[in-house]
């Protein structure tokens, strides 16, 4: 995310000026290099019974800015940098502090403006910030497809998966380490995005096989939908399990956007281009373990092992 930066108070004289015009806010936002939110955000929370006026605007801003270093105690500070080191965002920490009815929280902006300052004076705090990675578009030839006998498309799937009415439908791929040497094997529940990883020396189809059973019965796994990749071609093993397999369609990860989705959080703890060779048990144990306790946007800010409990109801996103 770029460094966030608040309003000047001359910013706040040109939406002043362009309001005035019955400028749209999406025009006003083009002007000054800014999003729309930014802006729709200063028209509401500055707007006082004469109307948006700018230098109120910037009083008022400068004002809130101060109250909230008050209020916002070493404690405060202390467990934000908490939940940092154990790799939350600074949405995630704002959203799941907020929904567990803490009072003050600060915003993820100014938790942002707290790491880039920390990192200005030497600290590490920005080293837990998640990675973004550009879009590449997938090259190369299909020899991946129709590698896989008996194999169940993702379109035959009962609907009660589809809609992830119930626990016990994963979602399942592979991470690959460094000149393609270690996998590690992550099954994600569709429902609660509740994570189950492996480490492997290799992705030789029954290894991977083997440990899909090994972390799925204990579980009580009733299906897992995998990508077209040949280390899941011996998928009859699961299905003599009593565990239910699809697959979806070639290059199309939308249909697993879960597994997805986490494969990129794991890469937060083993980047892309690592090495996995001497990554151990324990340490794939603690990274599913801080994944299963992180609170996630689409739950509601709920953590994957709340939802798996079955104490609270979730209105699933997405």
Known sequence: MAHYKHLSEEERYSISAEYKRSTSLREIARQLHRSVSSISREIKRNTGGRGYRPKQANTLSIERRHIQSQYFSAFGIAFVEHLLSEKWSPEQIHGALTARGWLDVPSHEWIYQHVYADKQVGGQLHTHLRAQKPYKKRTGTNERRGSITCRTSIHERPSEIDTREGLGDF???????????????????????????KILPSKHTMQVMQACVDLLKPVQALSVTFDNG???????????????????????????????????????????????????????????????????????????????????????RG
């Open 171 to 197: 979602e399942g791929d592979t991470v690959v380490g460094a000149n393609h040497k270690g996998a590690l094997l992550t099954l994600v529940d569709r429902k609660s995005l509740f994570t189950l990883l």
């Open 230 to 316: 040949k280390e899941f071609a011996a998928h009859m093993r699961l299905r003599e399990a009593g565990i239910e397999t699809f697959f979806a369609d070639p290059y199309c990860s939308i249909q697993r956007a879960r597994n997805e989705n986490t494969n990129g959080l794991i890469r937060q703890f083993l980047p892309k281009g690592s090495s996995f060779i001497g990554v151990s048990d324990d340490f794939v144990a603690q990274v599913q373990d801080m994944l299963n306790h992180r609170p996630r946007k689409t739950l509601n800010w709920l953590s994957p092992i709340q939802v798996l409990s079955g104490k609270f109801n979730v209105a699933l």
